[in-house]
């Protein structure tokens, strides 16, 4: 139950913020709705007039327990309802199973009661004519046929559609059903400065709602969260993601299956939550991933400091991170020339995310409690916890500061530059950056990825991320990003060079956290052309060939894949015989080169010499299948090539920039 609590002491401390920050925090006992009609009374519950709210216009209004759990149910909200509730006089237009009754007793309860309000006394006296739906219909608000049957389609097609017509959601053949209209008030009471005429604004009448609510739980237990004896919550809130969302995350409710039979006789046995601590830890729920929840499809992912200050979420792509506040300055991340894409611009990068997520550290204290939960569907009524982890501040920044660092590698981004001339002008740009979840897992399954294997591949990535150096990362994962990365031909070129640099990443965080400690090592992101294993210097080779007939190709202005790159998961599988095939049809490049760029033919023959000379025999001629080690060498080698500075040879021998885009 400690996520439970840890939400309850969050919803205290987030009424202690700034009213921006908490604005979409729901008092207990509330509920939030969109709200399609409002209808204007004075104070003694005349009409004035009406008008139709703006599309999704969501508003608070009092509800119960019941009310907030209904399914077409006989269980009204206690004062803005749909017109089924507040309408008396809806079956004298058609309309079936109305539920006004119910609506009129509880209204009328609350106005008897102690905790009574001028502007529900308003309502009641209004609602009490039964003139609800004629008063809309008068007004042109609602619209009626000759049989005084509700409008459901607009069909004067010479005329403009009311505008209840759009914001109504539609069913079959693009009607509408009236009867789903949701009716919200504002009572206009003269020299009433104290609160707002719109009733789903006022605080007062929050309070008197709640007052009244308290007053009536007479059902007392041990509240497992609270400590004390308290209202124990009978059902739980949900529309936990979206005003639609039915999923709960707890429930009791089911005394025919095996939600607590054979463990204890009833559900309070199983765990009693406070009614009040139940509304009050679902509405911060309900504010954090608002606020600051990553969806997945039906997937949340929170992560939070009980003390609402804000922290990095680990599942959030870092490039975005990077530019999604406005202090970032964007000027000293664009690289100062097109040659300026990597080692410098790549460090500076992962300097700037490092400072920045630090800067979120600062401000906490070293005591305060850090939650991260990951929500997900089980059912359309159901909701799981597929992870819940609680930190203090040093331990979560240090597990995210070991995963930005260890899973480290070039990632392929866009980047809008200023210019005058041509808006939205794009460059790409290879900062080092741990790849996110989401580009881990497109480049494991590809764009076309179903939204079940997405959540699958976020829910066993997460861990790796909060739980730091422990934590191995799961190593199906990573051998299928190298499968889809030693395929260029499988997508687009700017696809293919973000997996290979997700493979990369992966690749390296797996060895660097090997579960066999013997094992673990830590690739370099630089070049390292000491590194004289087999793997290593066969991923320079192709990097080299490729570089090389690339050049060749751009100088005629040819826009197809090099041999290099069709060959290349032929390449991974057998490198030896492979590469026979690859160098051969080199030659007739070759000979373009030594026509036109000698100087640069020269430099990368002597390149493919000194890898040669470095193999051992053996290791050369043996044709067994290349680990990823391979794609690093490779990697590294272009961007060598993408990061080479316009020295006075490379002016006058391969041009501005020898890496062909």
């Not at 400690?2 to 729901?26: C, F, H, M, N, P």
């Not at 499809?297 to 929170?302: E, H, L, N, S």
């Not at 959030?316 to 300055?329: A, P, Q, R, T, V």
């Not at 889809?484 to 293919?496: F, L």
Request: hydrophobic share 35%; charged share 30%; aromatic share 10%.
């Amino acid at each position: 139950m400690s996520w439970i609590q840890r939400l309850y002491e969050t919803y205290k401390q987030a009424q202690l913020l700034e009213s921006g920050d908490r604005e979409k925090l729901v008092p207990e006992y509330h509920t939030s709705q969109n709200a399609h009609i409002n209808i204007i009374l004075d104070e003694k519950g005349s009409f004035k007039r009406a008008e139709v709210s703006d599309e999704k216009s969501s508003i608070l209004l009092p509800s119960n327990e019941i009310s907030q759990n209904r399914v077409g149910n006989d269980a009204p909200h206690a004062l803005a309802d749909t017109i089924q509730y507040v309408a008396k006089d809806y079956p004298d237009f058609g309309g079936e199973k109305s539920f006004f009754s119910s609506y009129y007793d509880q209204l009328t309860r609350w106005c008897d009661s102690d905790f009574s309000h001028p502007k529900i006394r308003a309502v009641l006296a209004y609602v009490s004519k039964g003139r609800v739906i004629a008063d809309l219909v008068e007004h042109g608000i609602l619209f009626v046929d000759e049989n005084r049957h509700f409008m459901r389609k607009w069909e004067k097609k010479d005329l403009e559609a009311p505008k209840i017509f759009s914001v109504l959601p539609k069913k079959n053949k693009g009607e509408i059903d009236p009867r789903t209209a949701l009716i919200c008030w504002t009572v206009e009471i003269p020299g009433d400065r104290n609160s707002s005429a719109d009733t789903w604004k006022d605080p007062t009448l929050y309070d008197s709602w709640i007052s009244f609510m308290d007053s009536q739980n007479s059902d007392k237990g041990f509240c497992f969260v609270s400590g004390r004896l308290e209202s124990i919550a009978r059902l739980h809130p949900a529309k936990l993601r979206h005003n639609g969302d039915k999923a709960k995350l707890i429930s009791s409710n089911d005394t025919e299956g095996f939600t607590f039979l054979g463990r204890f006789l009833d559900a309070k046995e199983a765990a009693s939550v406070g009614s009040v601590v139940s509304q009050n830890a679902h509405s911060a729920l309900r504010w954090l991933i608002a606020r600051q929840g990553i969806r997945n499809d039906d997937q949340v992912i929170v992560a939070w400091a009980v003390s609402g200050k804000p922290i990095p979420n680990p599942v959030e792509d870092s490039w975005d991170h990077l530019f999604k506040d406005e202090e970032i300055n964007t000027s000293e991340i664009v690289p100062t020339s097109k040659n300026d894409l990597g080692t410098d611009f790549g460090q500076r990068t992962a300097l700037k995310l490092k400072l920045k997520i630090q800067g979120y550290r600062q401000k906490l204290e070293s005591t305060e409690q850090l939650s991260l939960i990951c929500l997900d569907s089980a059912t359309p009524g159901r909701m799981s916890i597929n992870y819940y982890r609680e930190f203090l501040p040093d331990a979560y920044f240090e597990a995210l500061n070991d995963w930005h660092e260890t899973f480290t590698w070039f990632q392929r981004q866009s980047l809008e530059i200023p210019d005058k001339k041509k808006k939205g002008k794009r460059m790409t740009v290879w900062p080092q950056i741990a790849p996110s979840p989401k580009n881990i897992a497109e480049a494991a399954h590809g764009k076309s990825i179903s939204p079940e294997q997405k959540k699958h591949i976020f829910a066993r990535v997460l861990p790796c991320i909060v739980e730091g150096k422990g934590r191995p990362f799961p190593f199906d994962i990573v051998q299928s990003c190298l499968n889809r990365a030693t395929n260029p031909n499988c997508c687009e070129k700017w696809e293919w060079e973000r997996n290979v640099g997700v493979a990369c990443a992966l690749y390296r965080g797996f060895f660097a956290r090997h579960p066999q400690l013997e094992k673990r090592r830590i690739f370099s992101m630089a070049l390292d052309e000491k590194n004289c294993s087999r793997d290593y210097l066969y991923g320079r080779l192709l990097a080299v060939a490729e570089n090389l007939e690339g050049y060749a190709l751009a100088i005629t202005k040819e826009d197809r894949s090099t041999t290099a790159e069709r060959y290349m998961q032929r390449f991974a599988e057998r490198p030896f015989s492979t590469w026979r095939n690859i160098e051969l049809a080199l030659a007739p490049y070759k000979d373009r080169l030594r026509k036109n760029r000698h100087g640069f033919l020269v430099i990368r023959a002597k390149e493919l010499d000194n890898i040669m000379t470095k193999f051992a025999e053996k290791d050369f001629t043996c044709d067994d299948r290349l680990s990823g080690e391979f794609l690093l060498a490779y990697h590294c080698q272009r961007m060598e090539y993408m990061n080479k500075k316009n020295t006075s040879e490379n002016n006058e021998n391969e041009g501005e920039n020898n890496e062909p885009q």
